[in-house]
């Protein structure tokens, strides 16, 4: 980049704390017109920080912002549209009972149309905003339905509403908080589309995101943070993944998962003709049957809300089932098979099945959010002893060890969990889960959110698992990891097993195939919105 | 290059920032702080309106709930009682079981006892003997006026804050049909029971109801942050996923709190039939149910901070009723109240301050400023 050019925006030493949290240290950036900034850094490292302060959501302690070369004072969120900046946070900020054109005029108000000017609109009126976002639609590439209720969006849909919103409110400069996070891998294609499109109109694009390959496809310059402090910027061409986790950790990273033969595979979990109903007496499984082994780890690869959420689910006892049995053996202890179907998980528990499972919704069924570090371990064995009392100090001895083992970042054990970030949560959940020694642990996206030094933790934790003889089940959406982690996959798709692979054999297109076979696109994306 | 945006011109005087450094002093600092602004508010409210001096007021205050020895132990007793009615509702709360129905299940105890008191006594049983049944039968009806709506909301997902505010309604309706059915004279007013009365600890009758609701208050303290129930409930409070996640059975545990909570109802009814009132009318209550809500929700729904604010409302209402209202010749109860409602108002203002800080917001100049402060 030539240092000549007017960047459209400039941050100089921008600082930002949090009481004794530094979030942001003397941060220093410059966006250029055109271009695609990725802005990478692990968890906490304070991105999300510096864009809220650029959208007006927080104030810089020091610093400037520069837009054109002019200095900023941004309040607010309609001060920074009126510096033409906008942001589509992580969390869509739409109202669900409107539909689309209704979230977009949302808050614009009239002004007048210029009489004699064919090309003159009232930007606020329902009848010009519908022809004006017709033509933005069409001039970037998206697909947009302006009559649609947003409750009856898919994610991927929310997410072009939210940045045709953006667009229409005069952005020229978009910041995309994590986009791809909750997007299958089509819908992130036909994202980058679009983006690249916007881009070639001139527009600056500002992506936060924790995945390495989407970097190196889309930006043009990668800004990376770490602890609060801008690292550095480079240009994408001039460099790889494994010099940009340098920058974001600190230190050396084996970007490597390791993945040894299996030992001793005997069946653990035997699932047969297994079928499900939703609450709506939808069927969300249908005839599913697999056998996950001792010692291996089966990974289950599919588009979400095919059926990976229920299928864990029926297993753990939360979920009825309408056919099917599932059997759990376990040779050290006994000869016996156990079916599990149809019971709860206090009956499951009560059998000695030593079932573990790390939910997809980690504060909204895997832990208590307001309750702190100890308590939450005490969530598996608070019934132990016979009193009517809990017991506080062996659930306090896991925290800790918890903490120590897996580096949880935490004030101290009586935080609540509600309090810490993402990644810690997650290790928090997980430690907990394989601290009960399972014979079966079962994972649904246990790396959504975190970043690569907690990632590849948790695999390297999954693979300690399958070593000592747990049956892992493993439902991820990265298919690279799904490959490089299980020995098995089991690709759903509508509720349906449409394969199952041996992992060192198979690649990545023939697992996408069976994913996306005979798939009816617009009933998935709705399955996926009602999940999200 | 594009001109600066015209369609967003209004710009805000100042922004929130929400505080997470405060201390608990500093807090307790700015709630006591609160009060003060409440009492002088109030001051300046009876100052106009009955042109009372605010010292006066104030000495009043204090008189009306100390004045005398029997003044302290009148406030002390009412401040036990709603103290109780609030231990009784925090299980519920915490499992975020919106019990709005402490009145009726204050009523159906204290109907329960009454009816033992009137009919046993009438039969002549030993006093010895109707106590010991007025104590089950009191705690049971509380129970089971807490059960139905737990049942319902456990099974049908019925609104537990509009089940247990009706059910007020069905337990003072009961209370006056069975006034009606005993009550033969032309007053409507059942005279004061002779039989069933609760022994004076030492020749003072305000002693007992202390003493239990201090038992209970060690009682709910162990409960809530020792027992494995109390954990259950807590976790279903927060995330009903969790709680079924983890094997806990969520619908015993919301009929089981509703039943201690209750019970605990119960038990305040079945002291107001024993040891203080002695006869029933369908306000008996005195509105408990509700006012305890104020007390818990204030605390926070920790039971010991419940100790200071149960007294706060009781210094506030005995204060009014008999000091200050008596002294300046309010005859209007209403008038008291809405006197007191500015100091609660003031408390529960003062939250805000105590989670936001509130700050200008600078002209542009300012944060270059700031950044040749904070800068190199």
Known sequence: MTETRLPYLDLEHISKSFGPVHANQDISLKVFPGEILALLGENGSGKTTLMNMLSGIYRPDSGSIFVLGELATINSPKDAYAYHIGMIHQHFKLIEVFTSLENILLGVPHNKKEKNNPDSYDKGSAKDAKKLVTKICQKYGFQLDLDKKVYDMSVSEKQTLEIVKTLYRGADILILDEPTAVLTPLETERLFRVMRNMKEDGKSIIIITHKLNEVLAISDRVAVLRKGECIGSVNTKDTNELALTEMMVGKKVELKIDRDEPIHPTPRLEVENLCCRNEFGREVLHSVSFTANSGEILGIAGISGSGQKELLEAIAGLQRTSQGDIYYNDYDDSEERIDLKSKSAAQIRNLGVRLAFVPEDRLGMGLVGDMDLIDNMMLRSYRSGKTQFVDRNAPAALADQVVKELNVSTPSLHTSVRKLSGGNVQKVLVGREIASSPKVLMVAYPTRGLDINSSYMIYHLLNEQKKIGAAVIYVGEDLDVLLALSDRILVLGDGEVRGILDARKTNKSEVGLLMTKQQSAPKEEQEGAAHA | ?376
């Not at chain 2, 709005?100 to 105890?109: D, E, F």
């Not at chain 2, 009806?141 to 509009?162: Q, R, Y």
Request: aromatic share 12%.
């Open chain 2, 1 to 376: 290059m594009p001109k600066k945006n015209k369609l967003f011109r209004f710009r805000a005087p100042f922004h929130l920032v929400k505080r997470n450094d405060m201390r608990w002093w500093q807090a307790l600092l700015f709630r006591l702080g609160a009060v003060v602004v409440g009492l002088l508010l109030m001051c300046l409210v009876l100052w106009i309106m009955v042109n009372a001096n605010p010292a006066a007021v104030f000495s009043n205050l204090v008189s009306g709930c100390f004045g005398s020895q029997r003044r302290t132990w009148v406030t002390f007793r009412k401040m036990a009682l709603l103290l109780g009615v609030g231990l009784a509702l925090i299980p519920a709360f915490r499992m975020r079981f919106w019990n709005l129905g402490g009145n009726g299940q204050i009523l159906m105890g204290d109907l329960a006892a009454i009816m033992c008191m009137y009919f046993c006594g009438a039969a002549g049983w030993p006093n010895w003997a109707i106590i010991l049944l007025m104590i089950p039968s009191a705690i049971l009806a509380g129970a089971i006026w807490g059960v139905i709506p737990a049942i319902f909301k456990a099974f049908f997902n019925t609104n537990e804050s509009l089940f247990t505010l009706m059910m007020n309604y069905i337990a003072a309706g009961l209370v006056t049909i069975f006034l009606g059915a005993v009550v033969t004279s032309g007053s409507g007013t059942l005279p004061m029971q002779e039989a069933g009365h609760f022994v004076s600890i030492g020749g003072n009758d305000y002693l007992l109801v202390i003493l239990i609701i201090a038992a209970v208050l060690a009682f709910i303290y162990v409960y809530l942050r020792f027992s494995k129930h109390g954990y259950e409930l807590e976790v279903v409070g927060d995330s009903e996923n969790t709680a079924k996640y983890i094997g806990i059975n969520v619908r015993w545990s919301v009929v089981r709190t509703m039943a201690l909570s209750g019970a605990l109802c119960g038990l305040i009814g079945l002291l107001l039939a024993g040891a203080m009132d002695y006869t029933i009318t369908a306000d008996s209550a005195q509105n408990m149910g509700f006012t305890a809500i104020m007390v818990a929700w204030l605390a926070k729904f920790d039971p010991f901070a419940m100790l200071g604010t149960s007294f706060l409302i009781a210094f506030l209402d005995n204060g009014m009723a008999s000091g200050v209202q008596r002294a300046f010749g309010i005859t209007n109860n209403s008038i008291g109240q809405i006197v007191i409602g500015i100091v609660y108002f003031c408390i529960i203002a003062v939250e805000f301050f105590i989670n936001y800080r509130i700050r200008r917001n600078h002209p542009t100049l300012d944060v270059s400023v700031n950044a040749e402060k904070g800068g190199k």
